[in-house]
């Protein structure tokens, strides 16, 4: 049977284990791309793929908010016609987009990443320089 | 491996410490505070964090006031004439352009124009192992920078001392705001703020509908005064009849060469996608002589460049101004009121890699009895960090004003920087640790972790080497 540990629990036995931080990846210019490169801290932790899968999928993600296509350019048009004022109004695109991605953060979190005993911290966070994956000492072991 | 489902909690409730250590600091913090308050960057924050300015605010009520008063000398005393005399749409033209000019300006200026956060604390730390491990073969100091290929062009990426990380490219530092700016182009003191990423369409609008404004103005006065005299009065007359006008005329005039000038200047900019500071260095041109091979980031297409650079996607704030710090959050790098906080800060062993390595420093005293990891003695990499300075002298940038023709000069380069090797002195004592280590922990570590429990981040504090508390103001 599976032992269900809370987290909570954990946090007062060194429950951060370490730390990863999956850098920006610029070659494209300064577009929000990251690196998909396995750390071998997770090596033990989680599949390759899956981890491949996540990364590829928040970069796709990023790209959409980015992207240069009629839609952005409708809406800078018409912000700059009305002076601006319409972003009080409605959310741009790319805010709609990085809600999008918190959402999958998220639920990568819930079904894929906690349960091997990681965190996966949203980008937005720190600024979109770092993805940062916390990984938590595995209690199993001590007791 | 046995198979253990964790539950997922919020990180912030991680953070949570049961330590009465902790209790005194947060007597003076009982309300929950918000980002803005403990930004580290030297800004000024209006209606709770909602708009941000410079604290160097330079002229901007100079400017606004200018165009406050022309504007209202020229509803007062030039448009019942010229709306007798031409058309009403004068002063209809001039209304919208005025409320455009004025919307643009207060945009430009409360609006973050790209500011990167500091980066955490073990962010940091990870930078600063993953640099002297790639470095320490030689004896040459790590020169901090990192070479990238962007579009088959070599770009030299210089890490930030203050915001402790790599600028990412077109960044930089602005020394009078003490921010790392996105796609930097100047600090601008007519609008007191930084142009950057985020407001740089505000600012190309405000200084196009602000050329279109002066020239307005300038012909309607010119027009008014021409009128006045043509009707059997003369020009000495037409004045004195109207000497509103002259105060226009003259602030106009010498508006008008500027504006138009850094119009001009901005829309070649615009067209080439570069930026002022990349237009000063002359980062690009003369590389490979023509401009447009030489800038990565040119799409080689003047209407693409435009549309990407004013009509482009808006990103949003990155520094979450108007969110709550969580409770026991450790304030990267900032001023020494929050500094005095940290070594209280890092006892909490939640999500302090410290508090790790000073386990495996325990381990390690215990087993091997060694003195040199716990000595708090120069190591060996002190020399190397000694010659720091001469590159910290070169990485941080002054913003440069030409772009807005303003009395600002340049400022010196950064005078911290016998302060930051002292301080990068305590954060590679921290980092060339052997014991801090990303792996997983030993099993020996995580027995003597449990027996030591929560008291072993009070009782071992002293241990950290100097802490990262003391940090450069």
């Given at each position: 049977?599976?032992e269900?540990h809370s987290l ?8 951060v284990?370490?730390?990863?931080f999956?850098?920006?990846d ?12 396995f ?8 599949d ?13 993600l990023?790209?959409?908010a980015e992207?240069?296509g009629?839609?952005s350019?409708?809406?800078?048009c ?6 601006y ?8 695109h790319y805010?709609k987009v990085?809600?999008k991605i ?15 005993g990681?965190?996966?911290?949203d980008?937005l966070?720190r600024?979109?320089?770092v993805?940062e ?5 595995d209690?199993?072991l001590?007791? | 491996?046995?198979?253990?489902e964790y539950?997922q909690?919020?990180?912030r ?8 250590a ?6 003076k913090?009982?309300r ?6 403990v930004?580290p960057?030297k ?10 300015l ?12 200018l ?6 000398l020229?509803f007062?005393?030039?448009?019942p004439?010229?709306?007798k005399?031409?058309?009403v ?7 919208a352009?005025?409320v455009f000019?004025?919307?643009?300006l207060?945009r ?5 124009p790209?500011i990167?956060?500091?980066?955490t604390?073990?962010e ?7 640099i ?12 901090r ?8 062009q070599m770009v ?6 203050t915001?402790?990380?790599?600028r ?8 009078l ?17 930084c142009?950057?990423?985020r ?6 609008s405000?200084?196009i509908?602000?050329?279109f ?12 005064i ?10 000495v ?6 000497p ?5 005329l ?6 008008i ?9 901005h829309t070649?900019l615009?067209?080439?996608?570069l930026t002022?500071?990349?237009d000063?260095k002359?980062?690009?041109s003369?590389?490979r002589g023509?401009?447009?091979?030489g800038?990565p980031y ?5 209407i693409?460049n435009c549309?990407?650079t ?5 990103p949003?704030?990155?520094i979450?101004?108007r ?11 900032a001023?020494?009121a ?7 800060f ?6 302090n ?6 386990k495996d ?7 091997s ?7 708090p003695?120069p190591?060996k990499?002190t ?9 910290a002298?070169l990485s941080?940038?002054?913003p440069?004003?030409?772009g807005?023709s303003?009395p600002?000069?340049?400022r010196?380069?950064?005078s911290?920087?016998?302060l ?6 305590k954060?590679?004592l921290h980092?060339?640790?052997p014991?801090?280590?990303?792996a997983?922990?030993s099993p ?5 972790a449990?027996?030591?429990?929560g008291?072993?981040d009070?009782s071992?504090m002293?241990?950290?080497p100097?802490s990262v508390?003391?940090?450069?103001p």
């Amino acid at each position: 049977m599976a032992e269900t540990h809370s987290l909570q629990d954990l946090r007062h036995q060194a429950a951060v284990a370490a730390k990863v931080f999956i850098q920006r990846d610029y070659t494209n210019g300064t577009l929000c791309q990251f690196q998909t490169k396995f750390p071998s801290e997770l090596e033990t932790k989680i599949d390759k793929q899956q981890f491949e899968e996540t990364m590829r999928t928040l970069n796709n993600l990023y790209a959409e908010a980015e992207k240069l296509g009629s839609q952005s350019y409708v809406e800078g048009c018409l912000a700059c016609l009305t002076a601006y004022t319409i972003f009080l109004c409605i959310e741009t695109h790319y805010e709609k987009v990085l809600k999008k991605i918190a959402k999958y953060i998220q639920e990568q979190n819930d079904k894929v990443y906690a349960p091997r005993g990681l965190l996966l911290t949203d980008p937005l966070e720190r600024g979109l320089r770092v993805i940062e994956i916390t990984i938590f000492e595995d209690r199993s072991l001590t007791q | 491996m046995k198979n253990c489902e964790y539950q997922q909690i919020d990180p912030r409730a991680l953070s949570v410490s049961p330590l009465s250590a902790q209790s005194h600091t947060e007597k003076k913090e009982q309300r929950p505070r918000r980002k803005w308050e403990v930004f580290p960057g030297k800004n000024r924050f209006f209606c709770d964090g909602r708009l941000i300015l410079s604290r160097h605010s330079g002229v901007l009520p100079l400017t606004l006031g200018l165009i406050v008063v022309t504007c209202g000398l020229f509803f007062a005393f030039d448009c019942p004439f010229l709306v007798k005399h031409l058309t009403v749409f004068i002063p209809v033209i001039g209304g919208a352009l005025f409320v455009f000019v004025v919307i643009s300006l207060l945009r430009t200026s409360f609006t973050d124009p790209g500011i990167l956060p500091r980066a955490t604390l073990d962010e940091a730390a990870d930078l600063e192992r993953q640099i002297d491990s790639s470095g320490s073969s030689t004896y040459r100091p790590p020169p901090r920078t990192k070479e990238i290929l962007i579009n088959q062009q070599m770009v030299k990426l210089k890490y930030c001392f203050t915001c402790k990380m790599f600028r990412p490219p077109r960044t930089s530092h602005c020394s009078l705001c003490d921010n790392c700016v996105e796609r930097f182009d100047h600090h601008c003191p007519w609008v007191g703020n930084c142009v950057g990423k985020r407001n740089y369409r505000f600012f190309y609008s405000f200084i196009i509908s602000l050329s279109f404004l002066t020239s307005f103005i300038f012909g309607c006065v010119i027009a008014h005064i021409t009128l006045r005299s043509q009707a059997g009065k003369s020009l000495v007359q037409a004045i004195q009849e109207s000497p509103a006008s002259v105060v226009e005329l003259v602030i106009c005039f010498f508006s008008i060469w500027s504006i138009l000038g850094l119009s001009g200047f901005h829309t070649y900019l615009v067209a080439s996608n570069l930026t002022t500071n990349e237009d000063i260095k002359g980062s690009w041109s003369g590389k490979r002589g023509a401009e447009e091979s030489g800038n990565p980031y040119s799409y080689n297409n003047i209407i693409t460049n435009c549309c990407v650079t004013l009509c482009g996607p808006l990103p949003p704030s990155l520094i979450d101004r108007r969110g709550f710090v969580p409770p026991d959050e450790v304030v990267p790098a900032a001023s020494t009121a929050s500094e005095m906080e940290l070594p209280h800060f890092s006892t909490k062993n939640d999500v302090n890699m410290c508090t790790q390595s000073t386990k495996d420093v325990l381990e390690r005293m215990i087993n091997s009895g060694s003195q040199t990891l716990c000595s708090p003695g120069p190591p060996k990499t002190t020399p190397l960090v000694q010659g720091l300075p001469s590159t910290a002298a070169l990485s941080p940038e002054p913003p440069p004003s030409a772009g807005c023709s303003g009395p600002l000069g340049r400022r010196p380069t950064d005078s911290r920087c016998p302060l930051f090797s002292r301080s990068r002195e305590k954060e590679s004592l921290h980092s060339i640790n052997p014991a801090f280590r990303l792996a997983s922990p030993s099993p020996s570590v995580t027995r003597t972790a449990k027996t030591l429990g929560g008291a072993a981040d009070v009782s071992f504090m002293p241990l950290q080497p100097g802490s990262v508390g003391d940090e450069a103001p």
